[in-house]
């Protein structure tokens, strides 16, 4: 079974620095997708960015970009000049066969 | 555009007693129907997904079950909740084929309480 690791619990920045957050996960699968989604007090999860794995390039969205180490089953999320309306737990996530496997988050403050 | 939508947002229901989360979507037709239940201070763990109407596929032993009514209707039940049933539970879609690359969007969460 897949499993996605977030070692990170929680995480600070002060606003307008660059933090990133660590996800690894474990599969034996060749053609899977990983995602970063956030969820906001509200709770509502939203997605972030996701990477293919057949491409080598890394995902960028805006702000947000990841560094993709298929190799290393690495996939970590970099936010760039952070702002007060980032602050969220942020899920890491894999999918393949219908389903996405979350890690645990990482809970992101940003302090002004 | 699609939109998904799932009620009630809050539920207080005691011990023995029965439970029903809807979830319709609406914009699209055949998604995969997902239930995931977030505890406090968790992530989210996979309870069911369903590929179409009366397919569902179960992911943890519980005595939570799930239904699939209508294409795009997805029933989340128990017949007697316990307390560790407490948590966040979210309805989420995606489009109909093996998931590469399809996005799973999330409805707004319903929060269950047992008590």
């Known amino acids: 079974a897949q499993t996605v690791t977030q070692s990170q619990p929680e995480m600070s920045v002060q606003e307008a620095e660059t933090v990133t957050l660590s996800c690894t996960y474990d599969?034996?699968?060749?053609?899977?997708?990983l995602f970063w989604y956030k969820q906001p007090p509200s709770r509502q999860m939203i997605l972030v960015i996701r990477?293919?794995?057949?491409?080598?390039q890394n995902a960028t969205e805006n702000r947000f970009s990841v560094n993709f180490q298929k190799a290393a089953k690495s996939f970590s999320l970099k936010i760039s000049d952070s702002q007060l309306g980032d602050a969220a737990m942020y899920f890491c996530a894999y999918g393949s066969n219908y389903k996405l496997t979350f890690g645990k988050g990482t809970l992101l403050t940003v302090n002004p | 555009s699609q939109t998904i939508h799932q009620w009630p947002a809050t539920l207080v229901q005691p011990v023995g007693s029965p439970l029903s989360l809807e979830c319709t979507v609406e914009g699209t037709s055949n998604p995969n129907l997902y239930w995931y239940r977030q505890a406090a201070g968790r992530g989210l763990q996979l309870l069911f997904y369903?590929?179409?109407?009366?397919?569902i596929s179960s992911e943890v032993p519980q005595n939570l079950s799930a239904s699939r009514p209508q294409d795009r209707q997805f029933i989340l039940s128990s017949k007697k909740l316990l307390l560790s049933d407490s948590g966040f539970y979210l309805c989420a879609w995606s489009v109909h084929r093996v998931l590469s690359g399809n996005t799973i969007y999330f409805g707004e969460g319903s929060w269950l309480t047992v008590v």
């Open positions: 599969t034996s699968e060749s053609d899977y997708y």
């Open positions: 369903s590929v179409g109407i009366g397919q």
């Open positions: 990477q293919e794995a057949y491409k080598q």
